[in-house]
């Protein structure tokens, strides 16, 4: 059974700086690829950033140049550095892994992230 656990969400100031990690278990078998969700009150989930087992890195618009998302392949582990947070950020994060491209894969259960003053 995998697991996927996340941690390191909380509340920020506004500007202020938050680094999530996701540690992933319960399988042999290699992944394709890890990454961020968020879904805010509301709203639908959204990516966020995903990261392939090569390294390759994909971020929504809204958070290039904000946000870093990392990768241990040996410690099965994704890290999402968020710097210069902004309200707009607040949402329940969620870290997903999937074996296959496009497969839905495995959920988290999510960490909640607060952007306010």
């Known amino acids: 059974q995998v697991q996927l656990v996340e941690s390191g969400g909380g509340l920020v100031r506004p500007g202020g700086s938050l680094n999530l990690s996701c540690v992933r278990s319960?399988?042999?078998?290699?992944?394709?690829?890890m990454g961020w969700y968020r879904q805010a009150p509301g709203k639908q989930r959204e990516l966020v950033a995903t990261i392939t087992s090569g390294g390759d890195t994909n971020y929504a618009d809204s958070v290039k140049g904000r946000f870093t998302i990392s990768r241990d392949n040996a410690k099965n582990t994704v890290s999402l550095q968020m710097n210069n947070l902004k309200p707009e950020d607040t949402a329940v994060y969620y870290c997903n892994a999937k074996r296959v491209p496009g497969s839905p894969g495995y959920w988290g259960q999510g960490t909640q992230v607060t952007v306010s003053s």
């Open positions: 319960g399988s042999i078998f290699s992944f394709y690829s």
